[in-house]
């Protein structure tokens, strides 16, 4: 098997697992408690805080513990607006990008519906958030600005620096998704002007069921989870110490490992890119080519299909993704691609490998020749591709019935 | 996403009667790109109005290509009359059931079939 969607989910480090394995059965200690047992989970629980703390230069005291992505978005994002309704009601103005997971644009349509006013600035071709843009949408409403650090489909890293830089001059807070980023790109919350941070654990080998946001000292937000005053009394619920103890663990390893693993994702990704490139006919690179996740490679084909491509490269033993709307749920292709301008057409036959660590310079061969075998035989089938000249062909609405 | 049947599997990953005929009796293209499913059928009809061959050509999911695939094995052999009355539900009914969500696709394969058979008796108006 070789497996190419770690933007997905990752697989557990070992070293992280066994970091976890005490956690469970012997000090299974509730960390708020005051007995043996107890002090060892707290104790546990603030190594890994300072573990989380250190991957982005943050304060200890700046990382509450989450259950995820998920719930680190709707926090930060929920729990800016409602804070900023109590005391400003005025300012009801959010800004972020039409390229967003759908856990901050669910949460800004969400917010919408109780009166909050959103803006969700395009992109470019490549997927690229134009600072002057954000500069022009900004007013006097404007409470925050919430901008992910490298998009999980096609890999794009945005210039939250100079976004961020933007926002504090106009004194708005800036939130960044870094759900993708963490771990693999160097972060520093306090040189990149970044106020709220997410992190998931999952995407850099860490257990799933938990993750951070990171709260820049002196900003002040709601709660979404009220109860028994855990996490600063920011987030109830007894700590998943287990899940933190190898969230921790997997920050400190990939803090560690960053260059080494970065060097060497970049290696295979652009192997991939540049076979695939010069063999395949019509085939495409979404995404920005230079401020790119050194483990995303996000391609497109004309004239076929998403999930066929990955259901065939699955038999193959690869499995990687799509944006295409078969396989989604909602039958629409993915918004992203739709922002990056692709007609939907063009949006079906994307396919994404988002690489890990325990993939090789060895694959790059296996999937390039599978990616072309697929590829050729679904396009031998195709209604769009003539398959003697090797190209695209335009379907006239006439000549469909 | 719901599972896939194992023959869904195997009409999709070893599609029948995939291609074109030439001079076709009868043939159509159903379906919009837009939304990701696009299908051409090309029938061969004989003397008799029975179906002696059936080719396509579909751009689409696993569903789309397995029950295009499907739908060819059900009409070689039919009458056109007989093939034209194939529905959605028989074709998912051969492949031993669909995704809900899939469904449609199977839609489309009968719609396609028809559309062909239509454009042959358009033909046979005509001479």
């Not at chain 1, 409403?141 to 890293?157: K, P, Q, W, Y």
């Not at chain 2, 599997?9 to 043939?27: C, M, Q």
């Amino acid at each position: 098997m070789v497996y190419m969607d770690n933007s997905a989910t990752s697989p557990v480090d070992s070293e992280v697992f066994e970091e976890m394995k005490p956690f469970f059965v012997e000090n299974f200690g509730n960390a708020s408690t005051l007995y043996e047992i107890g002090r060892v989970s707290q104790r546990a629980v603030a190594k890994a805080r300072q573990q989380v703390a250190d991957l982005i230069n943050a304060d200890t005291r700046e990382i509450i513990f989450t259950s995820g992505g998920s719930e680190s978005d709707n926090f930060a994002i929920k729990g800016i607006a409602l804070r900023e309704r109590s005391k400003h009601p005025e300012k009801n103005h959010i800004i972020t990008s039409q390229i967003e997971h759908p856990a901050v644009l669910e949460t800004c349509r969400y917010l919408e519906k109780w009166g909050f006013e959103v803006t969700y600035l395009p992109v470019g071709p490549t997927g690229l958030v134009d600072p002057e843009d954000l500069e022009n949408a900004i007013k006097d409403e404007t409470f925050l600005v919430t901008i992910m650090h490298a998009n999980n489909e096609i890999g794009t890293i945005e210039p939250i620096e100079k976004l961020g830089e933007i926002a504090h001059k106009h004194n708005v807070l800036f939130h960044t998704d870094a759900v993708q980023s963490a771990g693999k790109v160097p972060i520093d919350v306090k040189k990149q002007n970044i106020d709220l941070l997410s992190i998931s654990s999952h995407k850099l080998y860490g257990p799933k069921g938990v993750g951070a946001l990171y709260i820049r000292k002196g900003v002040k937000i709601d709660p979404l989870i009220h109860g028994g005053g855990q996490e600063r009394k920011l987030r109830a619920g007894t700590e998943n110490v287990a899940g933190i103890v190898g969230f921790g663990k997997a920050c400190e390893i990939a803090q560690r490992d960053m260059e080494k693993n970065t060097a060497k994702l970049t290696e295979i990704r652009d192997a991939i890119i540049k076979r695939v490139l010069d063999e395949v006919p019509e085939s495409y690179v979404n995404g920005d080519l230079e401020h790119r996740l050194a483990n995303n490679v996000h391609l497109r084909f004309s004239g076929i299909e998403g999930e066929s491509l990955l259901l065939r490269l699955d038999a193959k033993g690869i499995q990687v993704a799509t944006g295409s709307a078969c396989s989604s749920q909602k039958l629409e292709p993915s918004h992203v691609l739709t922002a990056i301008g692709l007609e939907p057409a063009l949006a079906h036959g994307s396919l994404r490998l988002s690489l890990g660590v325990e993939n090789s310079i060895d694959d790059v061969d296996y999937v390039v020749d599978s990616i072309k075998e697929v590829v050729d035989g679904l396009r031998k089938m195709s209604p769009l591709w003539d398959y003697t000249n090797q190209k695209y062909i335009e379907i006239n609405k006439e000549d469909v019935y | 996403m719901e599972e896939y049947t194992d023959k869904v599997l195997d009409h999709f990953a070893h599609p029948r009667n995939t291609g074109v005929i030439e001079d076709a009796s009868g043939e159509a293209t159903v379906g919009n790109p837009t939304c990701g499913d696009l299908m051409t059928f090309y029938i061969d009809v004989d003397d008799n109005d029975v179906i002696r061959d059936v080719k396509f050509k579909t751009f689409g999911c696993g569903a789309a290509i397995a029950t295009s695939s499907m739908i060819t094995e059900l009409a070689i052999g039919k009458t056109v009359d007989e093939a034209y009355n194939i529905t959605r539900k028989d074709v998912a009914d051969e492949l031993e059931g669909l995704p809900p969500i899939k469904m449609h696709c199977s839609n489309l394969a009968s719609d396609a079939l028809r559309a062909a058979i239509e454009d042959y008796r358009k033909k046979q108006d005509n001479t």
